[in-house]
């Protein structure tokens, strides 16, 4: 089967839609009501788990007097709701906090926490984020494949900050950590200027193990992004380099990714000496670099 262009053209092959298997016997209303509560207990001890990893990684990593960049996510909002608590008690501060998106600062707004939003050359002591996937050994991360409701994509900023942090955490649940290459999209932020040649170029770079999908403004429009494609504030456009094969090495791609003509910035992270946060049924795990458990 040929594989899909990002180039337009008149016509666009048909795929098949994708159909759910069929049940002969549908469960009893009491059962379904199990399976609700079932997977209700499982997100509330999720949200548990992720809550006592934030909490961790302030008490862990933040002390009076820093400068401390907040990421975006749902793990990030738990942190920065617990260092708002923190510093309403006064076991903290001092602190100056910086915003990394209008989510972040959003959060620290509802944590009480005055911030500022994040400026090119600001000093950070500490910053933390979410991840939406860790590469074990490397700690290396993706960021930037959720879509805001503002649809204005955030990563660009959140790398920054995390790139200017003098320490920088990623906070995520023990799936996204990944053990045998990571796998799904990495965002691209493209110039809009002969975007298609960008994407092709991007397309032809990883033949065989990654579809290229410009992002639609909203929905999901296929490879061209639609008639709504996603332009940024700064006339850019968003590519979702989609991989159909596990990445075994995060850092190679970026670096392929850099090269490209056109490419502005990327979802991923590869920063010295990060630490991940990972929340586990229970128990927290900080890892450094080496993947080694320090707590």
């Known amino acids: 089967m040929p594989r899909p262009s990002v180039a337009p053209s008149l016509q666009l092959q048909a795929r098949p839609c994708p159909r759910w298997p069929r049940r002969k016997h549908c ?45 975006s996510g749902p793990a990030s909002a738990l942190a920065i709701q617990y260092l708002g608590t923190r510093l309403r008690r006064g076991s903290l501060a001092g602190i100056t906090a910086v915003t990394s998106s209008v989510l972040s600062a959003s959060e620290a707004d509802k944590a009480g926490i005055r911030a500022n939003s994040y400026q090119e050359g600001t000093q950070i002591d500490f910053a933390f984020t979410d991840a939406e996937a860790i590469e074990e050994g490397t700690l290396a991360a993706v960021i930037g494949r959720r879509k805001t409701e503002s649809g204005e994509p955030s990563f660009m900023a959140e790398k920054a900050m995390a790139k200017s942090a003098h320490k920088l955490a990623f906070i995520t649940g023990n799936d996204k950590y990944v053990t045998t290459g990571v796998e799904g999209s990495i965002p691209v932020l493209i110039k ?37 494609p996603l332009v940024t504030k700064d006339g850019h456009h968003v590519l979702d380099v989609i991989f159909t094969t596990p990445i075994q090495d995060l850092g190679q791609v970026a670096e392929k990714l850099d090269k490209v003509d056109g490419v502005v910035d990327h979802g991923i992270i590869c920063s010295n000496q990060p630490y991940a946060v990972i929340a586990s049924k229970g128990e927290v795990q900080v890892l450094d670099e080496k993947s080694s458990v320090i707590h």
């Open 27 to 71: 469960p009893p209303s009491s059962v379904a009501s199990r399976r609700v509560a079932c997977s209700a207990s499982a997100a509330d001890a999720d949200v548990v788990d992720l809550f006592d990893a934030a909490k961790l990684t302030v008490d862990k990593f933040v002390t009076s007097g820093m400068v401390v960049g907040l990421g």
């Open 192 to 228: 809009s200027g002969n975007w298609i040649d960008t994407a092709e170029e991007i397309d032809d770079l990883f033949l065989g193990d990654a579809e290229v999908w410009r992002r639609p403004s909203f929905g999901t429009a296929g490879p061209l992004g639609g008639y709504h």
